[in-house]
């Protein structure tokens, strides 16, 4: 009784921010103006414009993603060979920079990058030639991979720190080398972080609106500004549910493969 | 099905009402007033003194955009007291039946805002009953002389190619088409399809010449020259010459945007006359002024600008002229139509490239 009664918050919680929000997004997405059943929202996104937003973003999504991942990787493994906790301070560092305000940190980028900021001001100094990545994709890319790389990180990590020195050394002793060992046994075991990671950082990457506005300026449309567009300009909640919900899907896919990788939730970030 | 439904959006509204019933404070002795305003336009001291002074508590939120304001007001979750919306806006909320009549016996003050502006508030609130102006300027042209050397007088120039890389655009779609509207002699709220159609293929022609497409930011590339010519609201100005003497505004000679912001009392106001006492505050000339001072956008309060010194008075950014205000147009609401087509060729524009 008594555990039941603590699940009562949770249940509250998610029932009131989760599950009636989702429900009242595919509500207006699948009614217009008037209240009557219609499929015109979701294929609104045939549109040329809004499907070459579609497409734009998941490229820069997949392609930040990957990046986070051959960066990631390599990072989480020299954290475990350094045998430091998990609350120790190199892994605190990765962690730091969470707590400071998402906006804030882009915002931060957008003046450092800038054509008269800090790092062109410091490169202008040396006679260093000016780096002309602000309001281009790959100014997008950019600030993708810095703000979700930790989610990318921090999977990986607890996956591997899971992994003994015994199963290496066993490895080892059965005649493997350190690739074989590598391909054959650690990254097989660390898969279930990797798909965590991957998924971590590719839902955010394809639903952001405000990493396109700052960094790329206003000039590179993703599917995010479209649906942004949709509830603050036109007003029009429907069409914007409707293309919140033809996101979902590619969310939803990426969930299917988390579920299938990561069966024992080994692969949580915290 | 549509019990489950129906019970869910119950539960929702449960949860709703619950949330706030336990949130809201008692506020002040004579209870509170909910204000809704744009971002740094209020000196915050005045807040302050307000409650001193009235003994009602300021609760105090902010919105970036008429449009991310609307659809709250609209939606009625939150009911705020009062607001500060702009020109095409109120109109809209007039059409809508969202706003209450303002009880002007609770509003002395009333009689230092300029006949001039209340004329021009006519444009959205025929009548003068919905609407006390707060805040009026114009749209137009800000750029630096150090990098510019000729003198700015049309919009044409924001398709200079001199200035490729250095030219921003508001990234708002009725403010980004007053360039190209005002240029090719339409109007600023028209609807055509084949006069907005020209305007939006001026718009791609500018697109690869542009810096970027902003809002707020305008403010820091400009100050710190990594653009040289940018759209900008005259209630900027004052402060960017502040920081960077350099930076010249001109409102362009083809005509532009005219607009005023006014506080409104939205129709589900809960403390209406609290909402009254805030505005008559805010006339009040010496807060008028001080507030003046803060968000520097020019203030239709007479009492306020006898306070300006000579210099100020003579700005046009500040202190537009008749004969400028006759150039320019005000916002209208242009409905639903109407904004689904500025939204697409806004969305194509930002498309390209």
């Known amino acids: 009784m008594s555990k039941k009664l603590l699940s009562g918050p949770y249940i509250v919680w998610m029932v009131g921010f989760t599950l ?40 820069l999504s997949l392609v930040s993603t990957a990046i986070c991942l051959v960066l990631a990787y390599p990072l989480a493994m020299i954290l475990k060979s350094l045998k ?40 202008r100094f040396f006679n260093l030639p000016e780096l002309k990545i602000i309001n281009t994709q790959a100014a997008i890319i950019f600030g993708m991979v810095y703000n979700f790389l930790p989610f990318m990180v921090l999977p990986i990590y607890n996956v591997l720190v899971k992994i003994g020195d015994d199963t290496v050394e066993a490895a080892r002793d059965l005649g493997a080398n350190s690739v074989q060992t590598f391909f054959r046994v650690i990254l097989p075991l660390s898969m279930p972080g990797v798909i965590s990671g991957i998924t971590m950082v590719f839902v955010p990457a394809l639903t952001t609106f405000v990493i396109s506005d700052l960094l790329g300026g206003g000039m590179i449309l993703l599917i995010g500004n479209v649906i942004e567009q949709e509830f603050t300009f036109t007003t029009n909640w429907n069409l914007g549910s409707g293309l919140s919900l033809v996101l979902m899907v590619f969310i939803l896919i990426s969930m299917a493969i988390l579920a299938k990788y990561d069966k024992e939730g080994e692969g949580a970030a915290f | 099905m549509k019990k489950k439904l129906t019970a869910a959006l119950l539960i929702a509204a449960m949860c709703v009402s619950c949330l706030t019933g336990c949130g809201g404070s008692k506020g002040g002795e004579n209870g509170v007033v909910k204000v809704y305003n744009w971002g740094e336009y209020i000196d915050e001291e005045v807040i302050q003194m307000f409650e001193e002074e009235t003994g009602i508590e300021v609760i105090y939120d902010t919105f970036e955009t008429n449009e991310e304001m609307y659809p709250l007001i609209e939606a009625g979750g939150v009911a705020y007291d009062v607001i500060c919306p702009s020109d095409y806006m109120i109109e809209k909320m007039i059409a809508n039946d969202l706003l209450a009549e303002i009880n002007f016996d609770n509003i002395p ?34 750029y630096n002389s150090s990098l510019i050397d000729e003198e700015i007088t049309s919009w044409e120039s924001l398709w200079n190619e001199e200035y490729a890389g250095n030219i921003l655009m508001y990234n708002s779609p009725r403010d980004l088409f007053t360039a190209p509207l005002k240029l090719l002699g339409y109007s600023l709220n028209t609807t055509d399809t084949a006069e907005l159609d020209e305007a939006k293929e001026m718009l791609l022609e500018q697109k690869p010449l542009l810096q970027r497409y902003v809002m707020d930011q305008i403010k820091d590339t400009m100050i710190s020259g990594s653009a040289s010519i940018a759209m ?50 805010l006339n009040d000339p ?63 524009i930002k498309d390209a490239g």
């Open chain 1, 20 to 59: 009636i929000p989702l429900a009242l997004i595919v509500f207006y997405g699948l009614t217009d103006k008037a209240g009557a059943f219609t499929l015109e929202n979701i294929m609104a996104i045939a549109q040329p414009e809004r499907l070459n937003a579609l497409l734009r973003s998941l490229k």
């Open chain 1, 84 to 123: 430091v906790g998990r609350g120790s301070f190199i892994v605190f560092i990765f962690i730091l920079p969470m707590w400071m305000n998402f906006l804030l940190r882009t915002m931060a980028w957008q003046t450092l990058l800038d054509h008269n900021g800090v790092i062109n001001n410091i490169l």
């Open chain 2, 109 to 142: 003050n009333m009689e230092y805002i300029s006949d001039e502006i209340m004329e021009g508030s006519r444009f959205f609130d025929p009548e003068n009953k919905y609407s006390v102006p707060y805040t009026f300027g114009t749209l137009g042209i800000l």
């Open chain 2, 232 to 281: 900008c609201y005259s209630g900027e100005v004052l402060q960017l010459q502040e920081q960077n003497p350099d930076l010249k505004y001109v409102i362009p000679e083809e005509g532009s945007n005219y607009f005023i912001d006014s506080w409104v009392i939205p129709a589900n106001a809960e403390n209406k006359e609290n909402a009254e006492a805030w505005i008559n505050f």
């Open chain 2, 286 to 348: 010496e807060i008028a002024y001080k507030n003046f001072e803060y968000i520097t956008y020019a203030t239709p309060n007479t009492g306020a600008q006898e306070m300006m010194d000579e210099e100020l008075a003579a700005n046009q950014a500040v202190n537009p002229s008749s004969e400028v205000l006759s150039r320019c147009e005000v916002f209208r609401t242009l409905g639903e139509e109407g904004d689904a087509l500025y939204s697409e060729m806004w969305m194509e």
